[in-house]
């Protein structure tokens, strides 16, 4: 392997709805170094941070019939029972919610935590508010999707705005068949990603985590575990 090709295979590919915003801050750096050479060197270092967060690297998704991953990279911020919204038509119930933010230096594109059918799209308008507070859940703007997995068993998943994000990008479209860990959506800037786990299956993550979009297992649908102790260390 000859030095340049190493050099690319140590590099994170950059997803396609970045180059605009990458080219729009290299652009402003020029017309900085033009004005004053140390602010031209600040807009260089915000051209690099945006290079960096529009970072799409590649995962290894484990595959199996039941198998959940996560939609986000991110911090697990909350596993609570909650009301899925209203739009995604999956009752009125509590089910199992697992919250996980994504901070301006996580990797944004979300990926699908299972195989199966985008059921349904909803886009709903709403506030911008921290994304890490429980209500951003109901007030925030938002993209829900439900996914149909092969067996009949639907998930919600939810990518919610932020208090910078302003921007929800969808990948797919009503209908259309994914499997685990596709890409399905990014969100520009600082944001959650809510998923709805059906009644009754135990969450095998821990408020405080770190997961990886379509590489962390969030639970599993066939298990027969009686549940999973962590520690912090």
């Known amino acids: 392997m000859s030095i340049v090709d190493s050099i690319r295979s140590q590099l994170v590919p950059i997803h396609s709805e970045g180059y605009p915003f990458v080219g729009a801050f290299a652009l402003v750096s020029l017309v900085l170094f033009w004005l004053w050479s140390p602010l031209g060197w600040i807009g260089v270092v915000a051209t ?4 960096y967060f529009f970072r799409d690297p590649p995962r290894v998704t484990p595959l199996r019939d039941g198998i959940l991953v996560s939609p986000a990279d991110g911090r697990v911020s909350r596993v609570t029972p909650a009301v899925p919204p209203a739009e995604l038509g999956l009752g009125t119930a509590p089910l199992p919610r697992v919250s996980i933010f994504m901070s301006v230096f996580d990797v944004h594109v979300n990926r699908s935590p299972t195989a199966g059918r985008i059921e349904r799209i909803a886009y709903t308008p709403g506030l911008f508010i921290n994304a890490d507070l429980d209500k951003a859940s109901e007030n925030n703007e938002r993209n829900g999707f439900v996914i149909a997995t092969p067996t009949g068993v639907k998930i919600g998943m939810v990518q919610i705005a932020g208090l910078i994000a302003r921007r929800i ?33 135990r969450p095998l993550v821990a408020e405080g985590q770190t997961t990886l979009a379509g590489e962390t297992i969030i639970a599993d649908l066939k298990t027969a575990d009686p549940g999973r102790t962590f520690r912090v260390g």
């Not at 690099?48 to 290079?51: D, F, K, Q, V, Y």
Request: include cysteine.
């Open 48 to 51: 690099l941070w945006c290079a």
């Open 169 to 201: 990008v969808t990948f797919v479209r009503e209908g259309a068949m994914v499997g685990a860990g596709e890409r399905v959506g990014l969100i520009r800037f600082g944001s959650r990603v809510d998923i709805y786990l059906p009644e009754g299956t």
